[in-house]
């Protein structure tokens, strides 16, 4: 009886399940219906700005092709619309910074190891920076983050069947995908592998965490999805991009963070050198490379990059170690989208949410124009 509304509709039922497929929209309530049009503005393309100007439709906070007849005009005034920036590694303690983040055209976070993971879902409303997370991170006795303070004793994965176990746990809180700190004291390869085969069987991605050359190596080889940081002792060379390659890894190496923890632990500034060249050597292999910031306000660790500036910040390292200023929107943008296999955003075209930023000044010209930030629309809905 409804087989022709269902034909008609399946399009956009497919970009729903995409994007939500593994993933938990933290959302509240309903949007009602409207009809906006942001005029005279310069879209983004995904890898540049066209010469001239045109309008996008929003409908029910999504990206529309209809016309702007009975919308709402806001008049963009020759800006530069872009899409809603991804801050692909943030650890978020309190819902407030979600608004800090949006003030900075931040519109997702991924949160990467905040426990217990309620603290994030509670977090999630319409119009507000869309966040997603992995829960507790799963490691071995002994290492730094395992001392944590209140640390969840089913994070603690030293055998396979231990990590098969901090899978389904992690399941049950509803994470969207699982971290990993990878550490010389474990966990070891078959630990590893059996997560990353439970995590799979679920259509979960299983990142980890890696600051030297052996771990990167390790993570190569047990088939880690993402990887986060970047080696302190020894720049990534042929033989490890290579595995990363074959491996299809992703990487988000956090510049500022590891800058900052270098600086504030009093350690030699060739320890950053070793990890701008690795990032720059990931990004001349074609290895996809996500923005993250690690921003945080937790007092048990060496760096506290703010919340959502600092993601302005990383873009601006990235330019400094290699990236061409288009590379590092789409590092913040596009390529964190496809990472975290998060199909509704992005980009800006029909179908997709409405998470989008207007600057008032090209950021392909300087990246530093990121942080001009005129308005942020999350959903559709503008602040």
Known sequence: MYLHILIALFPLIQIVLSGCRGHHHHHAGTVTHRKTAITN????????????????????????????????????????????????????????????????????????????????????????????????????????????????????????????AFVAARMAEGVDYFKLFLDPLGPDDATIKAIVKAAHEKGLQVIAEAKSYALYAQAARTGIDIVTYAPTDKALDGAVINNITSSNIKVVPNLLTMQSTINNTGEPFFMYTNVANSAKALLGADIPIAAGTDSNESPYVLANPPFGESLHSELAMMVSAGFTSSQAIEAATSIPASIFQMEDRGAIKPGLRADMVLLSADPTVDIRNTRKVVKVWVEGISS
């Open 41 to 164: 503005v310069l879209v983004w393309d995904g890898r540049k700005f066209p010469k001239t100007r045109s309008t996008v439709v929003i409908i029910d906070g999504m990206i529309s092709d209809s016309n702007s007849v009975g919308a709402v005009i806001m008049n963009g005034k020759g800006g530069y619309l872009i899409p809603g920036l991804i801050d692909s590694n943030v650890r978020l303690t309190d819902c407030a910074y979600l608004s800090t983040l949006q003030k900075y055209g931040v519109t997702t976070a991924l949160d990467i190891g905040t426990y217990p993971y309620d603290a994030v879902m509670k977090c999630g409303e319409h119009g507000v920076t869309d966040v997603q997370g992995s829960g507790a991170v799963g490691t071995v006795s002994g290492t730094k983050i395992g001392r944590l303070p209140g640390f969840p004793i089913d994070s603690f994965i030293p055998t396979p069947e231990a990590g098969r």
